[in-house]
């Protein structure tokens, strides 16, 4: 008899990994607490379409469904530095509206043989000794040898599993953003130069917001650490029509609250009988999302290790899955989680300081510092100066995300409970907390 495997939420990397384990002849089902429709959001995303439609063996996204994304304007807490962004034609980044992405790949699952249990809210692990052997819904358990955990940021598997596991099981403030999107109609026809607006510290509070003209709406995310009231979204949006008198009044799509994980990965993600993919392991990156295409890359990584270990469900050969996510993407991105903790624990000043003095430049915000050379980091050193205790909370951050980064590329190379404890507190101590 095949080895059943459970999905548990179809979350985009677990989805992908079903399909690929099913075509391998296991039995995958994936339990999904939404209906079919429902599944996904109205907005658009910003993802690589090449990480994608390889994983689903397309040769391109549908057209209607995708289009171009205009230049890019980071803004200052105080507005009064502009960092500008010109993508050449040929690096210009493209969105797609998610239900037809999530659409493409759940068509694809089926099509591999995966069967889908949609309407089915999972509520928690089923734990016997020191392995998952299933889940609990709320219409019955489900056993299973294996549990892939594809169910978000709070998934009620991963908050669920004993501490004995040393998986984390909640995130930390500054670990997530709370997120509202709207897409609203516009009341004037203005198309700006720079399309795309990302305001940090927006309106002085801890947090990233954006304002995106289109041909025919307005995008706006209101993002903030600490989660959103119908008071705050309708000051916020407030506060932008003030000086956008093009927003309309009208939602047109979307219109609803969303949880964005920006911190390093789970560092152990595995344990017998159980691993975590895409948001339920925070596979982002901390200052630029990417969450979509780290989860289907995890969802690949996945499948191949199990395939090659032949069905091995043990937390020793689901390390190998575990050490490849980290040593290929997850520890790169980590980097950035330094930065971003260290600007959201100065006042919003200091990030005016960093702004107005191109001590913080568009090369940062992108790529946490990865590829500075060292007359740029001269310069820096130079004009941060002038602020000594701004400057070094940057550097500090920026040398405890590359220590994070170092660490989490070199896991354990054997699954050992004891020396791996000892590497995540090494990581652990690296972390920038947020007051
Ligand atoms: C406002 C906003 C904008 C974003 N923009 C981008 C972007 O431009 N690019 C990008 O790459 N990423 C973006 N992201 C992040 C992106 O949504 C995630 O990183 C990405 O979807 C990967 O998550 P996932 O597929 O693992 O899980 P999810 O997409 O969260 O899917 C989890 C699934 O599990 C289901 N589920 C949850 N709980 C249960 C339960 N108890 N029982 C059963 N099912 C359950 C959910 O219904 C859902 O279908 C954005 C997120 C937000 C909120």
């Known amino acids: 008899m095949s080895k059943k495997i459970v999905v548990a939420g179809a979350g985009h990397g677990g989805v992908i990994a079903a399909a690929k384990l099913a075509k391998?002849?296991?039995?995958?089902?994936?339990?999904?607490?939404?209906?079919?429709?429902?599944?996904?959001?109205?907005?658009?995303?910003?993802?690589?379409?090449?990480?994608?439609?390889?994983?689903?063996?397309?040769?391109?996204?549908?057209?209607?469904?995708?289009?171009?994304r205009g230049n890019t304007m980071f803004v200052s807490p105080s507005k009064r530095t502009e960092v500008k962004i010109d993508f050449a034609p040929d690096k210009r980044q493209k969105v797609m509206w998610r239900k037809p992405l999530i659409n493409i790949i759940i068509d694809y699952a089926e099509s591999s043989g995966?069967?889908?249990?949609?309407e089915n809210e999972i509520l928690s692990p089923i734990i016997k000794g020191n392995a998952v052997v299933g889940i609990c819904t709320a219409n019955g358990e489900v056993s299973a040898d294996f549990v892939i955990d594809a169910a978000g940021v709070f998934s009620p598997v991963r908050k669920n599993l004993p501490d004995s596991f040393s998986i984390e099981k909640m995130p930390k403030r500054g670990d997530v953003f709370y997120g509202?999107?709207?897409?609203?109609?516009?009341?004037?026809?203005?198309?700006?130069?720079?399309?795309?607006?990302?305001y940090l510290y927006h309106e002085r509070e801890q947090g990233l917001s954006w304002f995106m003209t289109g041909d025919d709406y307005v995008d706006v995310l209101i993002g903030r650490i600490d989660p959103l009231t119908d008071e705050k979204i309708n000051e916020q949006t407030r506060l932008f029509r003030k000086n956008h008198?093009?927003?309309?009044?009208?939602?047109?799509?979307?219109?609803?609250?969303g949880v964005i994980p920006v911190r390093r990965s789970l560092s152990k993600m595995v344990a017998?009988?159980?691993?975590?993919?895409?948001?339920?392991?925070?596979?982002?990156?901390?200052?630029?999302?990417?969450?979509?295409?780290?989860?289907?890359?995890?969802g690949l990584l996945l499948a191949k290790n199990v395939i090659n270990s032949n069905g091995d469900f043990s937390a020793n050969a689901l390390?190998?899955?575990?050490?490849?996510?980290?040593?290929?993407?997850?520890?790169?991105?980590?980097?950035?989680e330094g930065l971003k903790n260290s600007l959201l624990k100065m006042p919003s000043d200091g990030v005016d300081f960093l702004f107005d003095n191109a001590v913080i430049q568009s090369s940062d915000l992108a790529g946490a510092g990865r590829n500075m050379n060292f007359k740029a980091l001269l310069m820096k050193f130079v004009?941060?100066?002038?602020?000594?205790?701004?400057?070094?909370?940057?550097?500090?951050?920026?040398?405890?995300?590359?220590?994070?980064?170092?660490?989490?590329?070199?896991?354990?190379?054997?699954?050992?409970?004891?020396?791996?404890?000892?590497?995540?507190?090494?990581?652990?101590?690296?972390?920038?907390?947020?007051?």
């Open 383 to 435: 004009r941060g100066m002038k602020q000594p205790k701004y400057f070094f909370q940057i550097i500090h951050g920026l040398i405890k995300g590359g220590k994070t980064a170092r660490l989490m590329k070199h896991a354990p190379k054997k699954y050992d409970e004891r020396t791996i404890n000892c590497w995540q507190n090494k990581i652990e101590k690296q972390r920038v907390e947020i007051r």
């Open 24 to 68: 391998e002849g296991f039995d995958v089902t994936v339990y999904e607490k939404k209906k079919r429709e429902n599944i996904g959001h109205d907005w658009e995303d910003r993802f690589d379409f090449r990480t994608i439609l390889d994983a689903v063996e397309k040769d391109e996204m549908p057209d209607g469904a995708w289009k171009y």
């Open 319 to 336: 390390w190998e899955y575990n050490n490849e996510y980290l040593k290929l993407y997850g520890g790169d991105v980590a980097r950035n």
């Open 114 to 118: 995966v069967k889908f249990a949609f």
């Open 245 to 257: 008198d093009w927003l309309g009044e009208n939602i047109v799509s979307g219109g609803v609250r």
């Open 180 to 198: 509202y999107r709207a897409y609203f109609d516009k009341a004037k026809d203005v198309n700006p130069e720079y399309p795309f607006e990302v």
């Open 272 to 298: 017998n009988g159980y691993a975590a993919v895409g948001d339920s392991a925070f596979m982002t990156t901390p200052m630029n999302g990417m969450g979509i295409e780290l989860s289907v890359k995890a």
